[in-house]
């Protein structure tokens, strides 16, 4: 069935604020899903309370509405537009649990508005546990014994009856809120309550809980005609237990054997078709028995675009939300191109010639004191995912790009080497449990300790002792005699430069030369979704060390933009909007756009947002060997974060152009103490300040300056170890902390300006002329980080002398740092004198 002509005009509805189960995955299927649509000619209504994405911005829709996500502001839309449709599937939960209160209340209906992409019986179906058991029960597909508990006592009983340990889940919740386990009765009624408070409907799923399953899962899409095509399988490294979200998942799946996965495939499609009759997209999840039997059991559906949606995109090339979106409208899976090869349908599925993996990032460090143990709730804030032609290379630089301060996985000294630790870590998983499997095979705990700890198949781990194993090999050599085999097969395994070297004992340059001299060169190949059956026009490449190079490199002028890496606080969604627009602006310029980026869930990634897309760790050595590969005209840092920034002294160093903003003046705004002095040169107020380099120092200043005192590191972001201190015990023991983490690191002590107000200016410059584009100014006072502040733009009541004296600082400040690009300034007001915080 071709497109449906009487849709003319489609709302889509945003997920709203980023919150731990919901992030940039869905600003990626949003703006995809509105330029899908906008290209049949469809006039795209956009909702979202978001300002820090892509999809909020005009060049995606027709229409933005920068609102709350509440039935007031649909009302006010449809009132104000003609809309056919509303498509809720790109916006998460949010935009599902929107659509739903909007039919209850008789919204959709009286506006005579169609909902595309699922049908409320499938929201209900999927999202009202006791619903989803009896349709299962129909089908005849085996779920975990289970039963729904609508009150206190109700779940007291069913604990009664199925007998520990249990699995709590509340329904119409995100990201495992509410859900727990529960090991034995004196826990039950504590996560009994907090799972009955979490649902919006008082209801929880009580299952017999099947630790130790492994977990699985399919995405799907389906059309009008009833065709269904499985774009990806995704297998979980960890087992049954762990949030899928907060679990390292390979794609495809590695250790299903393929009459298992034949049965899987037709169980996800017989329950996509039982949950209603709707064209669009679906993630199942399964758990399998962790024995020959390989017996399979539903864990839930979602008939929406998902983070795993996003991953399956990103992982085969496939277009997902796209696609859902040509689907909603009418089209057949037959009708529409694949988007990569642009000579097959989409109704081909994606065959895969290399392996993803996916690791996600937490961000514990920030909350001192929270529970770091995974389990049913998600706790990860970002994610990075790694291509190689091998899981062991995949895995090797999905560790690469999690920028923890690890060059891989191990062969970096940084092992573990207490026993009760590690094994304490086995069985009970928290962010860094991939490494310890690690530390503890290189220990020598005994596999059968290993695997009855962690639950995680054998296959991964004998894959991690091999490359100990491989580790052990290459000690034996040094930088001068390592073979040409022993340096490509560590090249194969995903080893970095770095990685080698710590082995050989040398020097990381010395390790790039090496390989030169051997011929062992990296090489990049496309991720084309047919395994190189057919020839693929989108430049979209993951590298490996082979013979064959399938980028081409073309004459044109070129400009690489850094990418942000994964999502972190202090560091999110918004670098990778400006990273898009970076792209945008390049090539209206004539340039010819690379993208370098790691994190699965954004737009920067995606297969048509540059000219070509290197899916790469940010991490120096892949970034050097791409640069050496393409010969850019230079490299955009300032868009990506505080990743990007990290690699600009590198870069400078080894002679490449930075475009924009100079390497010099970055490390001015960046290093505390020489941008102290630079507003003492141009006279402008700052707080009293010193920069030491020992606890020693700190204390000895301090009797000069006085407390209390905010004691920062330089080449920081989110304001990550910034504290204020208000005696000498607190500023020894807090420089002797940051110490340990950042060696070497330069900090500096200001005088902490009590009660002041806090304001910020940004601006753009091109060297000479300084263009403020907005004051904000904060509602608490200095103190709060500017990302945990209440903000008004325009400031509110800041009198003209303080704005004047803003506006002048900024405009020295700006071309004195001889800025070319963007310029934040934070201020500390008081006593009518406006103070510079940082730039």
């Known amino acids: 069935m071709p497109l449906d002509k009487s849709i003319k005009s489609i709302l889509i509805i945003g997920s709203g604020p980023i919150v731990i189960g919901q992030a940039c995955e869905f600003d990626y299927s949003g703006s995809q899903a509105a330029r899908s649509l906008r290209e049949e000619g469809i006039e795209v209504t956009l909702i979202n309370s978001n300002p820090a994405t892509i999809m909020t911005d005009p060049v995606t829709a027709d229409n933005v509405y920068l609102k709350p996500l509440t039935p007031e502001s ?83 009983e069913i604990a009664q009856k199925f007998g520990y340990p249990l699995c709590i889940r509340a329904s119409y919740t995100l990201g495992g809120s509410g859900a727990s386990f529960v090991f034995k009765e004196s826990e039950f009624d504590e996560l009994l309550n907090r799972g009955l408070h979490a649902s919006p409907i008082h209801e929880v799923m009580i299952d017999k809980a099947v630790l130790g399953w492994k977990e699985y899962e399919l995405e799907l899409l389906r059309d009008k005609n009833d065709n269904v095509v499985i774009i990806c399988s995704i297998e979980n490294f960890d087992p049954m237990g762990i949030h899928t979200g907060d679990s390292i998942t390979v794609a495809p799946a590695m250790t299903l054997s393929d009459t298992a996965y034949q049965r899987m495939r037709n169980l996800a499609i017989r329950m996509m078709r039982s949950i209603g009759d709707f064209a669009g997209g679906c993630n199942v999840q399964f758990a399998v028995s962790d024995d020959e039997e390989e017996k399979i059991i539903a864990i839930e559906i979602n008939p929406r675009v998902s983070r795993s949606s996003a991953l399956a995109s990103k992982a085969t090339g496939y277009p997902i939300a796209k696609i859902a979106a040509k689907l909603a409208i009418g089209y057949n899976l037959d ?18 010639d290399y392996v993803i993996v996916k690791i996600p990032r937490w961000n514990f460090d920030k909350f001192k004191g929270s529970d770091r143990r995974l389990g049913l709730q998600m706790k990860s804030v970002g994610e990075v995912m790694g291509i190689g032609r091998t899981f062991q290379e995949a895995l090797q ?84 005699n390592i073979t040409e085999e022993l340096m490509l097969e560590a090249k194969q395994k995903g080893y970095a430069d770095r990685q080698v070297a710590h082995l050989l004992k040398c020097l990381e340059s010395e390790v790039f030369t090496k390989r030169a001299e051997l011929g062992v060169k990296r090489v990049y190949k496309l991720v084309d979704t047919c395994a190189a059956e057919f020839e693929a026009v989108t430049p979209f490449y993951y590298s490996t060390f082979e013979k064959e190079n399938e980028s081409k490199v073309s004459d044109k002028k070129k400009v690489i933009v850094l990418g942000s890496g994964p999502n972190r606080i202090g560091q999110g969604i918004e ?25 699965p869930e954004t737009v920067s990634t995606d297969f ?19 640069i050496l590969h393409e010969n850019p005209v230079g490299v955009i840092v300032q868009l990506g974060g505080q990743t990007a920034l990290k690699l600009a002294e590198k870069l400078d160093r080894f002679g490449i152009k930075i475009l924009g903003t100079s390497y010099r003046a970055l490390d001015l705004a960046e290093d505390r103490g020489s941008f102290s002095s630079l507003l003492k040169d141009l006279d402008i107020p700052y707080p009293e300040f010193g920069v030491v380099e020992s606890a020693e120092q700190a204390i000895e200043l301090s009797k000069d300056l006085g407390f209390p005192l905010l004691v920062r590191p330089s080449y920081v972001l989110g304001g990550q170890k910034m504290k204020i201190v208000i005696n000498e015990d607190d500023l020894e023991h807090h420089v002797v902390d ?36 907005g004051i904000m100014q904060h509602i608490e006072p200095a103190g709060i980080h500017s990302g945990d502040s209440y903000a008004v733009l325009p400031p509110y009541n800041l009198g003209d002398f303080i704005i004047e004296q803003i506006e002048e600082h900024t405009k020295k400040i700006a071309v004195a740092l001889e800025t070319v690009g963007l310029l934040n300034i934070q201020f500390a007001i008081k006593d009518d004198v406006v103070y510079i915080i940082e730039a």
């Open 608 to 626: 048509d947002t540059a000219d070509k897309l290197y899916f790469e760790p940010v991490f120096w050595e892949h970034i050097y060997d791409i």
């Open 74 to 156: 649909i009302v006010e839309i449809l009132e104000k537009h003609n809309i056919d449709a509303v498509l809720p599937t790109m916006g998460g939960q949010t935009a599902l649990n929107l659509c739903m209160e909007c039919n209850d209340i008789g919204i959709w209906e009286e506006h005579n508005v169609r909902i595309l992409g699922v049908d409320i019986d499938a929201i209900k179906i999927t999202e009202d546990r006791e619903l989803f058991r009896n349709l299962m029960s129909e089908l005849n597909i085996d779920m975990a014994p289970q039963a729904t508990a609508k009150s206190f006592l109700e779940g007291k």
């Open 738 to 773: 940051i110490l340990k983490d950042m060696p070497d690191n330069k900090i500096l002590l200001d005088h902490f300006l009590g009660g002041a107000i806090e304001a910020e200016a940004d601006a753009i410059c091109d060297g000479e002329n300084v263009y403020i584009i």
């Open 575 to 599: 670098f990778d909007y400006c990273c898009v627009h970076g792209v945008l602006a390049a090539k209206e310029c004539g340039y010819e756009t690379i993208m370098i980026n790691c994190n």
């Open 335 to 352: 009708e529409l191109s694949n988007q990569i090869t642009k000579s097959t349908s989409a109704l081909f599925e994606p065959t895969l």
């Open 397 to 480: 630089k999905a560790c690469q790009s999690l920028e923890i301060g690890r060059n891989g996985l191990g062969a970096d000294g940084k092992e573990l080497k207490n026993q009760d630790e590690i094994l304490h870590s086995l069985e009970f998983a928290s962010w860094n449990r991939l490494f310890h499997i690690y530390d503890a095979i290189k220990m020598g705990i005994p596999f059968k300790t290993i695997k009855e700890k962690t639950r995680i198949d054998e296959w991964f781990l004998r894959e991690i002792e091999d490359l100990i194993l491989l580790e052990k090999r290459i000690e034996k050599f040094n930088v001068s």
